[in-house]
């Protein structure tokens, strides 16, 4: 899940190189905290990935049976599928952390 969530965190990286093309018009801003920037954003995405596979592993680790599976299975596709739903409907996502 480590693999993933590194190749996951490279790969998600669009808005950070939207901020970095619109950075460059700032003056005030420095390449040093540009790229703390996107570090940090980049350990977040493998924060939560680690995060995502321990609560789809742990279960199934604990109690290995094929009803486990099945119902995680299940729970986390109905969730994406929904979460998918409210994106093409236009819903914006979810913000955790407000600013501003």
């Known amino acids: 899940m480590l693999g993933i969530g590194v190749v996951h965190g490279l790969a998600s ?5 939207a901020l970095l093309l619109a950075s460059f018009g700032m003056a005030d801003l420095t390449i040093v905290g540009l790229l703390v920037g996107v570090g940090t ?6 924060a939560g990935m680690i995060a995502f596979g ?5 279960p199934i680790l604990r109690w290995g049976d094929a009803k486990v599976r099945r119902v995680i299975n299940v ?6 599928i929904g979460y998918g739903i409210l994106l093409v409907a236009g819903f ?9």
């Open 75 to 80: 729970v986390a596709a109905g969730l994406s």
């Open 13 to 17: 990286n669009d808005e950070i190189l």
């Open 41 to 46: 954003f980049s350990l977040g995405v493998v």
């Open 92 to 100: 914006e996502g979810i913000n955790l952390l407000p600013i501003g």
């Open 54 to 58: 321990v609560g789809m592993s742990y």
